[in-house]
């Protein structure tokens, strides 16, 4: 069952006792009022009625009651009865105020202190209700006056305890630099070095380069600084002419782009390898060929390039053809990354505009200066730490700040896994404990609670105190 906490009256909280004209006779020394696992709803009173004055003609009927907006249920009631009203209703129990299950007392029994305890079972329209003692004063004709109420509490159960989130914020950074990666696969006739853009499927590779280099080359707040390429050859033997194949077309492409945009001499850098066989290793590991394990075994070898192929190629013969035509093709390739700098923005008015257009623009700090504009918890608010971890989805203080802002959505799987990837960071363990509160799993939170605490994260043993709390009892001592 969900356990609630209500925090004791000297907490800063509006649990308070009021009064009313016609209670200020009755004082009331202590008082429980619990939510026990049973489901059932725990009121215990003590009450000092050593000020109550009862005329001989008078019934004081005093009723505990629990209200909620327009639902009232009332508890057992006490009955002080003065003498001659006793002997009356003696004769006349039908229309005696009290019930046999409420407390009669006569005003000649009256002890100091009245004990009074009272169960119900506990319904959800009781949740935030208030608990009230009712005073109604019956005269000698049966009528009823001076009726009164004394507020015993004005909120049982209170809400459920959450705890503060941390936030932190991102280390800036002096230079913003990037990088953009990609792939071509450029057909070259048998043995030759000298790209032909309109052979085979050329133009549309090339176009995978131009297009990445123009989309950030024609963006006014980025400034390419170098190009890198690699081009890699199969493993078709001879490993000498693959390594010749592999540089000479790498170099004609580096040639081909330096044709297109005029960059400075150093600009473009290249590197080759002669034969991609970790490409070759993957995609075999994939694969479902009849003699997969010992073509692995054989890429995995301490022997020559050109031996391991051999052996492949005659002991393998279908699974080789098969490699020949639908892999080989694909580990001919040219990987390119493109290094540029982007323009730093520092007020929301400058980051709010990329926001929109290009968020790969803006760093983690910039997402956080930007944030602070927003009211927290807000649908923005918590948009923008899930836009930032999309753009950095493997930085730990991206996952830990949208892992907080899916916590408030009550998102939980999500924040499960934003706080994997944060898991290193003392306040990733603050965030599971948080997690876990909002679960209704208090307990499950102390280990965590906890760990961020030796750790050195100071709310963790605030929250530690709270939880400690058994937040379904209030508890109240006038004495």
Known sequence: ??????????????????????????????????????????????????????????????????????????????????????????????????????????????????????????????????????????????????????????????????????????????????????????????????????????????????STIDSVRNDKDIIIKSIFIKGYASPESPFDNNARLAQGRTEALKEYVEGLYHFGEGFIKTDFEAEDWKGLEKYVMASTLAHRDEILQAIRSDREPDAKEWIIKSRWKEDYRFLLDNCYPALRHSDYTIHYEIKRYSTPEEIEPVLRSAPQNLSLEEFYILVQSYESGSEEFNDLFETAVRMYPDDPVANLNAANSAIIRKDYRNALRYLEKASDLPEASYARAVLEIYMDNSNAAKPYLEEAQRLGVSQAGEVLKEISVNRNIYKMNNQ
Not at 56 to 73: H, K, M, S
Not at 159 to 175: Q, S
């Open 1 to 210: 069952m969900k356990r609630l906490i209500l925090l004791s009256v000297a907490a800063t909280l509006s649990v308070f006792i009021g009064y009313s004209q016609n209670t200020n006779d009755l004082e009331i020394k202590d008082l429980t009022l619990e939510l026990k696992d049973d489901g059932r709803l725990y009121l215990d009173l003590d009450i000092d009625l050593s000020q109550i004055k009862v005329r001989t003609t008078q019934v004081v009927v005093l009723t505990p009651a629990i209200i909620n907006g327009a639902d009232t249920l009332t508890l057992k009631s006490i009955g002080i009865y003065g003498r001659n009203r006793r002997i009356f209703y003696q004769r006349n129990e039908e229309i005696k105020p009290t019930g046999s299950e409420d407390i009669n007392l006569a005003t000649s029994e009256l002890s100091q202190i009245l004990k009074y305890a009272s169960t119900v079972a506990y319904a959800d329209w009781m949740n935030g209700c208030k608990v009230e003692l009712l005073r109604r004063d019956f005269g000698c004709c049966g009528d009823s006056a001076n009726l009164g109420r004394k507020q015993l509490v004005d909120r049982f159960p209170l809400e459920a305890y959450y705890p503060g989130l941390i936030y932190l914020k991102p280390a800036g950074e002096v230079i913003k630099t990037r990088e953009i990666n990609g792939s071509a696969f450029i057909d070259f006739p048998v043995n030759r070095t000298e790209i032909n853009p309109n052979y085979r499927r050329n133009a549309e590779e090339l176009s995978k380069i131009t």
